[in-house]
Structure formats: C-alpha cells, structure tokens
C-alpha cells in the first residue's frame, strides 16, 4: 500500500470495524466508534504503519482495479515464538463473492513464508459466516470462541 492510500484505509477500516462490532457483537454505535478509533490509533498511530506491520492493496489482476485490502503484522505470542496476525481483510462489496479473499489470503501465506513465521492467525466475528467457511476451506481451525448471552 502506498503512503497517499493509507488515511482511506484507516478511514474504511475503521468504519468497518465499527460497524462489524455493533451487527455482529451487540455494541452501541457509540461503544463500538469508540473502540474502533482506540484500536486503530492504538495499532497505527498518528496514522503511520510501525515496524513489522504489513498493508497490501488487493487489486484485480486482469483490470488492476483496487478490490480490498488486507493488512498482517508479525508478532510475537505467548505459545507461538513468532506469527503473522491478520487484523484486515476486507474485499470490498462490488468484488466479493469472486474469489479475490481466497486470493489474497493465498498470498498471504506465501508472504508469511517468505517471511519465515509458521503460522498465520486472526479473529473473525461467529456471525461472520462467509469470512469464516473461507478461513475452514483454505484449513483454518477454531482455536478459541468468545460467547456471551444477554439476561
């Protein structure tokens, strides 16, 4: 991703996170905004991509056409010495449903290899159904399910 298309993606980014959280965890549009914001100034701050970060623009090979983007930092873990984590993905609407996240996610782990991390991991909401029967198809396994239930 170049340095000029970096404000757009925080920008959609952090719209979508916002919205992700309040139809797919039960957030108010007031909590939700709030975390958004703090995540995103949290894990790119003052708008500038830190060390080990990693934004890619996921582009149409036969057009060039900008169809999403997804973005992966490599981090260390209390299990695993090191790993990529994917904090995005996100095809935008007109392009999905074409292939283009199982793609991008394709790549991805020829990048993490090149890299030399051995696994990939991410967060994906339970009512996510299509992000997360891609993530099974490519041999993604559950690790841990956050549950909750309102009284």
Do not use: C
């Amino acid at each position: 991703m170049r340095e000029d298309e970096l404000g757009a993606f925080i920008q959609r980014g952090n719209a979508s996170y916002a919205r992700d959280m309040v139809s797919q965890a039960g957030l108010s549009p007031e909590q939700a905004q709030k975390k958004a914001d703090h995540d995103w100034k949290m894990l790119l701050p003052n708008g500038r991509v830190p060390e080990g970060h990693h934004l890619f623009v996921v582009e149409d090979e036969q057009t060039g056409e900008h169809v999403g983007d997804l973005w992966f930092a490599e981090r260390t873990t209390d299990f695993d010495s090191r790993t990529a984590f994917v904090y995005s993905i996100e095809i935008f609407e007109p392009f999905r449903g074409r292939g283009f996240g199982k793609q991008a996610m394709l790549l991805l782990e020829d990048e993490v290899r090149s890299r030399g991390l051995p696994h990939i991991a991410l967060n994906v909401f339970g009512g996510n159904d299509v992000a997360r029967s891609l993530y099974r198809s490519l041999g993604y396994a559950e690790t841990a399910v956050w549950m909750r239930k309102t009284v």
